[in-house]
T-cell receptor, first 113, second 116 residues
Framework: RKEVEQDPGPFNVPEGATVAFNCTYS??????FFWYRQDCRKEPKLLMS???SGNEDGRFTAQLNRASQYISLLIRDSKLSDSATYLC??????????????FGSGTRLQVQP | GAVVSQHPSWVICKSGTSVKIECRSL??????MFWYRQFPKQSLMLMAT?????????EQGVEKDKFLINHASLTLSTLTVTSAHPEDSSFYIC????????????FGQGTRLTVV
């Protein structure tokens, strides 16, 4: 089983739609969770960190469910400019000292006019 | 956010030659730098972790003699792909951390390597 798994998509949605992505992780001791956005042939850019209490940034809402070991990203009122690949990333448990991020394979979103 | 600069952004080289990629943290001290590789339509895969002043830790399956990593200062790490082959063609990305646990790392712009 992969450490971090995502549905690769693509998700094709019309402008204005609400779309949700899930990401599961295998290590229950993982400490930190992030969503990154990656445009074609570019480096990933941090979209938001994910906290247990859930957090919102404008049209984007991220949530963490530790019991079920998944994180989610909700995008409301999709814009054409939201078209990209969304990567979830997990930071290792503190006792391993592993600070490198483990990435999912990404979910591709295509917002259509 | 913090700035990490990676150079070059793209490079084409002949099979058998070596290529050096630089990763610089511009406004913070990067005690740890990470090197990732991404093949088309795949995820970023960690290659190695380098801590300033010590040897890099390589992930399983990554040849340390082929991918030479140097992290001689708190602002610079280099990855040298030695004797490059076409199968080494990929997108190489570095990221840098100030050493605090559980903080996100900041990425360089990536280097697209094509070996012909």
């Amino acid at each position: 089983r992969k450490e971090v798994e995502q549905d690769p998509g693509p998700f094709n949605v019309p402008e204005g739609a609400t779309v949700a992505f899930n990401c599961t992780y295998s290590n229950s001791a993982s400490q930190s969770f992030f969503w990154y956005r990656q445009d074609c042939r570019k480096e990933p850019k941090l979209l938001m960190s994910v906290y247990s209490s859930g957090n919102e940034d404008g049209r984007f809402t991220a949530q963490l469910n530790r019991a079920s070991q998944y994180i989610s990203l909700l995008i409301r009122d999709s814009k054409l400019s939201d078209s990209a690949t969304y990567l979830c990333a997990v930071n290792g448990p503190m006792d391993t000292g592993r600070r490198a991020l483990t990435f999912g394979s990404g979910t591709r979103l295509q917002v259509q006019p | 956010g913090a700035v990490v600069s990676q150079h070059p952004s793209w490079v084409i080289c002949k099979s058998g030659t070596s290529v050096k990629i630089e990763c610089r943290s511009l406004d913070f001290q990067a005690t740890t730098m990470f090197w990732y590789r991404q093949f088309p339509k795949q995820s970023l895969m960690l290659m190695a972790t380098s801590n300033e002043g010590s040897k890099a830790t390589y992930e399983q399956g990554v040849e340390k003699d082929k991918f030479l990593i140097n992290h001689a200062s708190l602002t610079l790490s280099t990855l040298t792909v030695t004797s490059a082959h076409p199968e080494d063609s990929s997108f190489y990305i570095c990221s840098a951390s100030d050493g605090a646990l559980n903080t996100e790392a900041f990425f360089g712009q990536g280097t697209r390597l094509t070996v012909v």
